[in-house]
């Protein structure tokens, strides 16, 4: 779970594991699965992966049961299909344009 400054309980532990928030959403580890959730502790995409990445500039990178990685959003639909081995989170660079380093999957 996380605590406030004052050391309060915001979000109840609920999780196996959690991960610091990044760009407002946080990873969690359910039973066996990753998902996310949001600053008020809301499931935003559902405990299923078997990888994921942090959130950055609204994507998340995200491995399937298959192995294939892709990315999509904070409200779990798919934005660029699960086609790579390894993904890596997505960063804007200069002038706001996006770079994506992943590997082909073979």
């Given amino acids: ?34 998902g996310m959730i949001n600053s008020l502790g809301d499931v935003v995409i559902e405990c299923k ?16 049961d298959d192995g294939l990685c892709g990315f999509i959003d904070t409200s779990g639909v798919e934005v660029i299909p699960r086609q790579w081995r390894q993904v890596w989170e997505f960063r804007a660079l200069r002038m706001e344009k996006g770079a994506l380093l992943c590997w082909r999957h073979r």
């Avoid at 406030?4 to 990044?22: A, K, L």
């Avoid at 992966?49 to 399937?64: A, D, F, I, K, P």
């Fill in 49 to 64: 992966w078997q990888g994921m990445t942090n959130c950055s500039e609204g994507l998340v990178g995200v491995r399937g």
């Fill in 1 to 34: 779970g996380f605590i406030n400054t004052r050391g309060e309980v915001v979000i109840p532990c609920r999780w196996r594991d959690v991960w610091p928030f990044n760009d407002g959403f946080a990873k969690v580890l359910g039973d066996k699965r990753l």
